[in-house]
């Protein structure tokens, strides 16, 4: 599981005394705990799954880049290589990022899987991706290819 992985880099991290690490991994954590106690008062006693993990660390992972960029136009490079930091900790937690022609492939391939004829059709197809390749692929740019698809 994810969750033990990310408990093992931040033993690790501690012991190396990586600070930058270490507060990183700090935030995945209580994230994670924090969407954890939301599952529970919806009834889910178990927490959120890999999957929903996963989702978490993109959505930490996009936080991240939008932060670069107002730090980039502000001026201040040294928060934005902070930022980058923090992005190649989470990442290292995901899957292999989808290429855009593996994207388009498998774009292809869900939309004939569900049928979809037309952009109606989209959020099925977006439901079916995000089944199916979580943490795999950037689901904001996937919405573009899709639509372009579709159209």
């Known amino acids: 599981m994810i969750r033990e992985q990310i408990k093992a880099k931040l033993i ?87 290429s855009d022609d593996e994207m388009k492939a498998a774009i292809q391939a869900v939309i004939t899987a569900v049928g979809a004829t037309s952009v109606k059709d989209m959020g099925k197809v977006m439901g079916a991706l995000k089944a199916k390749y979580a943490g795999q692929m950037d689901m904001g740019k996937a919405s573009g290819l899709i639509k372009a698809a579709l159209n």
Not at 24 to 34: C, E, F, M, V, Y
Not at 60 to 78: A, C, F, V
């Open 12 to 98: 690790e991290a501690m012991k190396a005394k990586d600070e930058k690490a270490t507060g990183t991994l700090r935030l995945i954590n209580a994230a994670i705990k924090d969407k954890d106690i939301d599952a529970r008062s919806k009834g889910n006693m178990d927490g959120i799954d890999d999957a929903g993990v996963m989702s978490l660390l993109q959505s930490m992972i996009k936080q991240r880049r939008e932060s670069i960029d107002m730090y980039t136009k502000g001026g201040r490079s040294d928060l934005a290589a902070g930022e980058q930091a923090e992005i190649d900790i989470i990442q290292s937690f995901l899957p292999k990022q989808m």
